[in-house]
């Protein structure tokens, strides 16, 4: 009974290519968050949607653009891919202010 | 920096011994919470310290906080090899948007056994 999960779980991609990444939960939360996690283990958010509404949008370049077509999903979709993109993404989910609960990432590699 | 920073960067210890990490912080705080990523993994939270509450323990996990001093520890007790890890404090600024944490670099625990 996955919480919050994320596909693909691998992501190998060319530059300039563009991607998206998925993410549902099935906890009932009102939150999720797409977090970036860079190669020292830096874990920086990047957006937030409570309700389906934006509430937290980072300095992150315009080629990032999340999407949440319901409460349980927020989607990230990354257009012309940069070398500099190369991490591992993120979904978590809320309830309130409470507990996040970590999808397994993905591991996105631009080459 | 609102990003909670974890001291030291690796602690590695034999089993059975005591893992202390720390955690500084510098803003006015709603609460803290401490997470734990194994390799490969995401992260998965272990325990949330509200700012009126000074020690606050979950099995083998005692955390503290002394917000006058900005600070929180992480302490695992009769460590196992089961809890290498990274493991992070995340600040809830008091003043931020719902739910945002500031994550630092972690702690990185190794437990030999």
């Known amino acids: 009974d996955t919480a919050v999960s994320q596909t693909p779980k691998y992501l190998v991609t060319q530059m300039g290519n563009d991607k998206s990444i998925k993410c549902e939960q099935n906890?009932?939360?009102?939150?999720m968050y797409w977090y970036k996690q860079d190669s020292k283990k830096f874990l920086k958010i990047m957006f937030s949607?409570?309700?389906?509404?934006?509430?937290i949008n980072e300095t992150v370049p315009n080629r990032f653009s999340p999407k949440s077509p319901d409460k349980a999903h927020l989607n990230l979709h990354i257009n012309s891919l940069e070398l500099g993109d190369s991490a591992v993404y993120f979904c978590?989910?809320?309830?309130?202010?409470?507990?996040?609960?970590f999808g397994p990432g993905t591991r996105l590699t631009v080459t | 920096s609102q990003q909670g920073e974890e001291d030291p960067q690796a602690l590695s210890i034999q089993e059975g011994e005591n893992a202390t990490m720390n955690c500084s912080y510098k803003?006015?705080?709603?609460?803290l919470q401490w997470y734990r990523q194994n390799s490969g993994r995401g992260l998965v939270h272990l325990i949330l310290?509200?700012?009126?509450?000074r020690e606050k323990h979950s099995g083998r996990l005692r955390v503290t906080l002394d917000t006058s001093k900005k600070s929180s520890s992480l302490l695992i007790t009769a460590s196992r090899a089961a809890d290498t890890a990274s493991y992070f404090c995340?600040?809830?600024?008091?003043?931020?948007?719902?739910?945002?944490?500031?994550f630092g670099r972690g702690t990185q625990l190794t437990v030999w056994p």
């Open positions: 978590a989910s809320s309830r309130n202010t409470y507990e996040q609960y």
């Open positions: 906890l009932g939360h009102d939150t």
């Open positions: 949607y409570n309700n389906k509404e934006l509430i």
């Open positions: 803003t006015s705080i709603n609460n």
């Open positions: 310290i509200r700012s009126n509450e």
């Open positions: 995340a600040p809830q600024d008091r003043g931020s948007t719902l739910g945002r944490l500031y």
